[in-house]
């Protein structure tokens, strides 16, 4: 059974850094992609960010290019979110999740695995 647990959310300021991790167990093809999405309150999920088995394509939400890294440490399983200059409108429920494919899709459908979530609040 996949699982995914997510960690290193929290509240910080805007402008301030977090970096969330995820680490994967359990029987999947690590070939396949990883990504980061969020759910703000009354609000749809949406993609943020994912990354391909070697780490050598990445895709990015335009709200975080520039801001915010996605990267994998294949060996291990985990792939990290660095978020830097964080915005208010960043605040939501980030959420790991393992990709059908080795593809960096944006479609939620496109990701049969999903972690519980992860809050992150930008606040001062």
């Known amino acids: 059974q996949v699982q995914l647990v997510e960690s290193g959310g929290g509240l910080v300021r805007p402008g301030g850094s977090l970096r969330l991790s995820c680490a994967a167990s359990?029987?999947?093809?690590?070939?396949?992609?990883m990504g980061w999405f969020r759910q703000a309150p009354g609000k749809e999920r949406e993609f943020v960010a994912a990354?391909?088995?070697?780490?050598?394509?990445?895709n990015y939400a335009d709200s975080v290019k520039g801001r915010f890294t996605i990267s994998r440490d294949y060996a291990k399983n985990t792939v990290f979110l660095q978020m830097n200059s964080l915005k208010p409108e960043d605040t939501a429920i980030y959420y790991c999740?393992?990709?059908?494919?080795?593809?960096?899709?944006?479609?939620?459908?496109?990701?049969?695995?999903w972690g519980q979530g992860t809050q992150v609040t930008v606040a001062s």
């Open positions: 999740a393992l990709g059908s494919g080795p593809w960096p899709s944006l479609r939620t459908n496109d990701y049969p695995y």
């Open positions: 990354v391909t088995k070697g780490g050598s394509i990445t």
């Open positions: 359990g029987g999947f093809d690590s070939r396949n992609t």
